[in-house]
């Protein structure tokens, strides 16, 4: 069974400049999750899409963040514009049930 | 609020040295509690969920137990492959809620 898929792998931008992760989630699995990991930190809750409604975004800086999920399956994640404070690794994990099961992550550096 | 608190940061031990990783938690009513194994520059991979307070799993020479107040993950005679991060996370009982998560241990075994 092929895993949660993310790209791009790695992003370096300029602070201000804006930026987009895709994640495509385990085929089946209504609900998905996009995380931020900072260096030496457990990951963070950003938002939770349950099919293709929101569950939980009460962590999402929506001033900058934004989220969609694409007919229940894919999702995008959008910052703009991005801060330095941003750089960090942005999971997306996926779920049948209660077990959340993590892609490689998207690290990005902003400069 | 929520709160997971692990112990140690990070741990050193020989191969074949047994030891313990501490997860202590605080949360409304727990629905489950998860250990999952990260490597550098992977996302989080999935160990175990414990649901009840005398519950123990095992895999391999991982054997997680869970009190009302903490879970520890035990490690017998561990390997080089198995140096990683572990981290612990709380899922609350009450509604569709997030994974909370702890900073993680960073394992560390020399042959």
């Known amino acids: 069974e092929a895993g949660v898929a993310q790209s791009p792998r790695y992003k370096i931008i300029e602070k201000r400049q804006s930026v987009a992760f895709w994640c495509n989630p385990i085929?089946?699995?209504?609900?998905l999750y996009w995380y931020q990991q900072i260096l030496g930190q457990g990951p963070k809750l950003l938002i939770q899409?349950?099919?293709?409604?929101?569950?939980?975004d009460s962590q999402l800086p929506k001033d900058r963040f934004s989220a969609e999920r694409l007919k229940g399956v894919d999702s995008t994640l959008k910052i703009q514009p991005a801060k330095l404070e941003d750089s960090a690794v942005y999971l997306c994990?996926?779920?049948?049930?209660?077990?959340?099961?993590f892609g490689p992550g998207t690290r990005l550096l902003v400069l | 609020e929520d709160q997971v608190t692990q112990s140690p940061e990070a741990l050193r031990l020989q191969e074949g040295e047994s030891s313990s990783l501490n997860c202590s938690y605080t949360?409304?009513?727990?629905?489950?509690l998860f250990w999952y194994r990260q490597d550098p520059g992977k996302g989080p991979e999935f160990l175990f969920t414990?649901?009840?307070a005398g519950e123990e799993k095992e895999k391999e020479r991982l054997k997680a137990t869970l009190t009302k107040k903490e879970s520890f993950l035990h490690i017998t005679a561990p390997k080089p492959e198995d140096s990683a991060t572990y981290l612990c996370?709380?899922?609350?009982?009450?509604?569709?809620?997030?994974?909370?998560f702890g900073k993680g241990t960073r394992l560390s075994v020399i042959a």
């Open positions: 414990l649901y009840s």
């Open positions: 085929s089946g699995h209504a609900t």
């Open positions: 949360v409304s009513g727990l629905r489950g």
């Open positions: 994990a996926s779920s049948p049930a209660e077990t959340q099961y």
């Open positions: 899409f349950q099919n293709n409604g929101v569950v939980d």
């Open positions: 996370a709380v899922q609350a009982r009450s509604g569709n809620t997030p994974l909370v």
